[in-house]
């Protein structure tokens, strides 16, 4: 593994003829392999957790003392939703513009989560969150394209920014606080089992100021049957998902969820999740077979019992396949 040489941020394209960030530009650093980006008219904004590590981390990455702790420079390439024990992450927004230089970079605070933080472009703003340096605080951030702090709206006992959505005056977001619940194993050991309280946010698109705070009870019963990695359909809507199944829930109808039913076809995974230009939601999953033709399932539930509906087994998916009538 090459941890230990400086790493860069690389594969971001703008377009078949620009050059990558990689080419241009090489800020030293170790930055974790989830990323998230978004386009605006000057070019586009990415979103990435970066590790600072200290001389005494360094060392220990690459002489580990015996029965020692780990660190992020220890762990193998490719893990996924990485959890330090201090917020040793810090939260990044780099600019790039069309020819993939740095135009400039922005921290929006720091997390003991590896997962990029949320970020969307409105209107020639941008709009994120993370939580801050100081415990059980997070913060929601609008920035214009020049990297200036329009406002910074904080808010106390919540631990992570989920996801973020913008709907015409208000911007929406899904937080949540880790809550750690014990557990006994079959040995009579015990363990702590985390999983995250969520609550849904509106604020004003000018002020920043709370329009609506209120806490996700059924999206937290099903945080707690290890749904997770929330992101929004819509400005009311969002869906939770574990290994096999996801959950579309209402902020209308706080009460009830849509499932996805988790009889996937066998050697298939939840590859993918999109959202049409209105209430439309599909849901992708990808054979691990290369000879296996990808199936498109969409969400359907009534009452506690879960189905399956519009089974398609065509690339491109046929354009009856963006209309779902089963989600008001």
């Given at each position: 593994?090459?941890?230990?040489?400086?790493?860069?941020?690389?594969?971001?394209?703008?377009?078949?003829?620009?050059?990558?960030?990689?080419?241009?530009?090489?800020?030293?650093?170790?930055?974790?392999?989830?990323?998230?980006?978004?386009?605006?008219?000057?070019?586009?904004?990415?979103?990435?957790?970066?590790?600072?590590?200290?001389?005494?981390?360094?060392?220990?990455?690459?002489?580990?003392?015996?029965?020692?702790?780990?660190?992020?420079?220890?762990?193998?390439?490719g893990s996924?939703?990485?959890?330090?024990?201090?917020?040793?992450?810090?939260?990044?927004?780099?600019?790039?513009?069309?020819?993939?230089?740095?135009?400039?970079?922005?921290?929006?605070?720091?997390?003991?989560?590896?997962?990029?933080?949320?970020?969307?472009?409105?209107?020639?703003?941008?709009?994120?969150?993370?939580?801050?340096?100081?415990?059980?605080?997070?913060?929601?951030?609008?920035?214009?394209?020049?990297?200036?702090?329009?406002?910074k709206k904080?808010?106390?006992?919540?631990?992570?920014?989920?996801?973020?959505?913008?709907?015409?005056?208000?911007?929406?977001?899904?937080?949540?606080?880790?809550?750690?619940?014990k557990v006994?194993?079959?040995?009579?050991?015990?363990?702590?089992?985390?999983?995250?309280?969520?609550?849904?946010?509106?604020?004003?698109?000018?002020?920043?100021?709370?329009?609506?705070?209120?806490?996700?009870?059924?999206?937290?019963?099903?945080?707690?049957?290890?749904?997770?990695?929330?992101?929004?359909?819509?400005?009311?809507?969002?869906?939770?998902?574990?290994?096999?199944?996801?959950?579309?829930?209402?902020?209308?109808?706080?009460?009830?969820?849509?499932?996805?039913?988790?009889?996937?076809?066998?050697?298939?995974?939840?590859?993918?999740?999109?959202?049409?230009?209105?209430?439309?939601?599909?849901?992708?999953?990808?054979?691990?077979?290369?000879?296996?033709?990808?199936?498109?399932?969409?969400?359907?539930?009534?009452?506690?019992?879960?189905?399956?509906?519009?089974?398609?087994?065509?690339?491109?998916?046929?354009?009856?396949?963006?209309?779902?009538?089963?989600?008001?």
């Amino acid at each position: 593994m090459n941890y230990f040489s400086k790493i860069i941020i690389a594969g971001l394209f703008l377009c078949n003829h620009c050059k990558t960030f990689a080419q241009l530009t090489q800020p030293e650093g170790y930055f974790t392999s989830e990323a998230k980006a978004v386009a605006s008219d000057s070019g586009i904004i990415v979103s990435i957790k970066k590790f600072n590590p200290t001389d005494a981390d360094i060392e220990n990455a690459i002489k580990p003392p015996k029965n020692g702790p780990w660190n992020f420079l220890m762990l193998p390439y490719g893990s996924k939703k990485l959890l330090l024990n201090n917020k040793g992450f810090e939260s990044k927004l780099y600019a790039l513009n069309k020819a993939g230089e740095v135009v400039w970079e922005y921290t929006l605070g720091y997390s003991d989560k590896s997962q990029a933080s949320p970020v969307v472009i409105n209107d020639n703003f941008i709009f994120a969150g993370e939580s801050e340096e100081e415990d059980n605080k997070i913060a929601i951030q609008k920035i214009d394209l020049n990297g200036k702090k329009v406002w910074k709206k904080e808010l106390d006992s919540l631990d992570n920014v989920d996801d973020i959505i913008v709907s015409g005056d208000m911007v929406c977001a899904l937080v949540s606080f880790d809550y750690y619940q014990k557990v006994v194993y079959p040995d009579n050991t015990y363990g702590n089992k985390m999983f995250p309280v969520y609550f849904y946010v509106q604020l004003n698109i000018e002020t920043g100021e709370i329009i609506k705070k209120e806490y996700q009870k059924m999206g937290v019963y099903l945080s707690g049957k290890h749904f997770s990695n929330p992101v929004f359909n819509t400005p009311y809507s969002y869906y939770l998902s574990n290994a096999d199944s996801a959950a579309f829930i209402s902020t209308l109808e706080l009460d009830k969820a849509r499932i996805v039913s988790d009889k996937l076809a066998e050697g298939s995974i939840i590859k993918q999740i999109s959202v049409g230009p209105n209430y439309y939601h599909l849901l992708y999953t990808k054979a691990k077979s290369r000879n296996k033709i990808p199936t498109l399932y969409t969400q359907i539930i009534m009452e506690r019992k879960k189905y399956m509906m519009w089974i398609f087994r065509s690339n491109p998916l046929p354009r009856t396949a963006f209309y779902d009538p089963c989600f008001p």
